[in-house]
């Protein structure tokens, strides 16, 4: 998908009003197919630190999921564990997948 950064930006800030980033205890944002910053020299982290602000849980960011190649698929309702620090790096669990898989 092409994600401009004035689409970006106001996608984010949208989901931001909505309330949907509080509550959470992480965000994995996947990586934009082709990212357009329409000469700004911004990067799409630089987006989501200025719309976010500091968050008291990890965010993963340019993950390969989503519109991308290669692409992971985490279904929603998928019930996840995150970590992530800087002396053990980032990891990403499946513990529950949404689907049904005895059909």
């Known amino acids: 998908m092409n ?3 004035d689409l970006e930006e106001r996608n984010l800030n949208t989901l931001k009003i909505s309330g949907v980033f ?5 965000l994995i944002f996947g990586k934009p197919e082709v990212y357009n910053n329409k000469n700004s020299n911004l990067e ?10 500091k968050k008291d849980y990890p965010i993963i960011y ?3 999921c989503g519109h991308t190649i290669p692409s992971l698929m985490i279904l929603q309702d998928s019930l996840l564990s995150l ?10 669990e499946i513990l529950r997948n949404s689907f049904i898989d005895d059909y």
Do not use: H, M, P, Q
């Open 44 to 53: 799409y982290i630089d987006i989501i630190k200025e719309v976010l602000g």
């Open 62 to 64: 340019n993950f390969d």
């Open 83 to 92: 970590k992530a620090s800087d002396k053990e790096g980032v990891k990403v």
């Open 22 to 26: 509080e509550g959470v205890k992480g």
């Open 3 to 5: 994600a401009t950064i």
